[in-house]
């Protein structure tokens, strides 16, 4: 809600690689935190709309606003790493005690990310949604193949783990 009296004097442009930003940047007290800095930034090509918001939380008050930017992007791809493992693949709801089951697990994780990815030639999202898709093709063609075998729906139930 404080974003939305932020006018464009109120902040300063910030190039980081090859993008600008308009950035507000807030210095203090947080949510338990003593000392912090709060980036609001939106593209500087873009309106400074909530939809377009982007908010950066740093415990470091040394850096500079292009520092924090470019660690933010440097950070990101590995952030939507993890929320697609743990939304896409069920990452956050393995529980395992011993180091050995966690290295077997996330060897599992990172074999299916790239197979994914491999498989769709683009990304993990896109990838995902293939294998996902070949799958649901799979079963609809053995369904198929049962019924024209006249196979009784309760073995078809059964087979597919559903009964």
Known sequence: QFARYIESKDT??????????????????????????????????????PEHLHCILSTDRELGDEDILRYYAQRWTIECFFRQ??????????????IRAVKR???????????????????????LEL????KDHSVVEFIY??????????????QLRIA
Request: hydrophobic letters at 40%; glycine letters at 6%.
């Open 145 to 158: 193949d049962a019924a024209k075998q006249d196979i009784p729906v309760d073995v078809i139930k059964k």
């Open 105 to 127: 697990y996330w060897a599992v994780v990172l074999l299916s990310c790239v197979y994914s990815i491999a498989e769709s030639r683009q990304n993990l999202s896109t990838g």
């Open 12 to 49: 300063r442009l910030v190039t980081v690689g090859q993008e600008r930003y308009r950035v507000y940047r807030y210095e203090g007290a947080i949510h338990g935190l003593d000392d912090a800095v709060v980036l609001l930034a939106w593209k500087a090509n873009q309106p400074m709309a």
């Open 85 to 98: 493992a743990k939304d896409q693949l069920k990452l956050d709801g393995y529980r395992v005690r011993h």
């Open 131 to 134: 294998l996902r898709s070949r």
